[in-house]
């Protein structure tokens, strides 16, 4: 099976590159682990709060760099983070529905390894997911978002998903 983002990483003791940004592999136990322990030392919505932000880094600039780096328009922008999102093994992105105008996005994710990772849950987990999306939609709605994951995995439904909505 291809894969453009693996096929283009360069490797350099001690340093993945893909096109200039440095990018390291870390297990989804990692990830969840860390998780866990936030919640139990700063309590659950500070854990999602402080989770959410760390994504938003990631969102954030990428978009940023592939719309001065790479001239990608905002619609190329959101296409190229669901591909790379899949091929860098964050799960299995599709875009559900995109308005520009209304600063609207939804998207799904399939096979989340974050919610694989974390376990059964009652409500969802996949707190970086929502932050890099939520990064994503600043980026591409020019100004701040409303980031919601509407269902998850880890409680038991078929897919994670995220709806986006730029804030009036």
Not at 38 to 47: D, I, N, S, Y
Not at 70 to 78: K, L, R
Not at 102 to 120: I, T
């Amino acid at each position: 099976m291809e894969n453009s983002i693996i096929e283009q990483l360069e490797f350099e003791t001690g340093h993945l590159n893909y096109k200039g940004v440095r990018y390291m592999f870390i297990r989804p136990e990692v990830i969840a682990t860390l998780h866990k322990l936030l919640e139990a030392e700063v309590g659950p919505e500070k854990c999602i709060e402080m989770m959410m932000a760390a994504g938003n880094v990631g969102g954030s600039k990428s978009s940023q760099r592939y719309k001065e780096v790479f001239g990608y328009s905002e619609q190329e922008i959101v296409e190229f983070m669901c591909k790379m999102g899949g091929e860098i093994g964050w799960g299995i992105f599709s875009l559900e529905h995109l308005d520009l105008e209304k600063g609207q996005m939804v998207l799904e994710v399939g096979d989340s390894p974050f919610a694989a990772a974390y376990g059964e849950a009652e409500s969802g987990v996949c707190h970086l997911i929502r932050g890099v999306m939520a990064g994503l939609g600043e980026g591409i709605f020019g100004g701040r978002v409303s980031s919601v994951e509407t269902a998850c995995a880890a409680k038991g439904d078929a897919r994670c998903r995220f709806e986006v909505t730029r804030e009036t």
